[in-house]
């Protein structure tokens, strides 16, 4: 079975950057599920699976422009008493927060001084060359509550219900 639109496809990966640092991997652990088309992963990542089957290996490059994007502005001052006290602020934490219009976006810590957090609108790995270390693991379809939630679910999906 081929990776087609509509089929959940379970892989592991390892992700370095373009300089060759490891960023994540999968090794040792469970391997990742998505649903194919669905937009759950990076596009660039997503089309260079299209086509390939369980077993199959694959390097896949991937530019901003179809991984994180490009970086857009400069991280921000926001006092650190806006965050809750006994919440452990770190680099790269992500969390979620509204626009004065009430649009919810996603924010990321770039970095923490003792009475200011630096808050970034850009994805830590926006900007960046991306090289994924592909392992298909299997090829399913996907069932039809998990077309219409846009995701799998099951071991390496989502365990939300
Ligand atoms: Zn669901």
Do not use: C
């Amino acid at each position: 079975m081929n990776i087609e639109e509509g089929k959940v496809v379970t892989f592991h990966y390892t992700l370095t950057t373009e300089a060759g640092e490891e960023i994540d991997s999968s090794i040792g652990k469970d391997p990742m599920s998505y649903l194919h088309g669905a937009g759950n992963i990076v596009p660039g990542l997503e089309r260079q699976l299209t086509g390939k089957a369980g077993g199959d290996q694959l390097q896949a490059k991937v530019s901003p422009d179809e991984g994180y994007g490009d970086r857009q502005g400069d991280p921000e001052p926001v006092p650190r008493d806006q965050f809750p006290p006994d919440l452990e602020l770190k680099p790269g934490m992500m969390f979620r927060a509204e626009t004065d219009t009430g649009e919810p976006v996603a924010l990321w810590i770039a970095k923490t001084e003792d009475t200011t957090v630096w808050v970034d609108q850009n994805h830590p790995l926006s900007g960046v060359h991306l090289n994924f270390d592909v392992e298909v693991v299997s090829v399913r379809d996907a069932t039809d509550e998990e077309k219409s939630h846009g995701h799998p679910h099951g071991p390496g999906g989502h365990h939300h219900h």
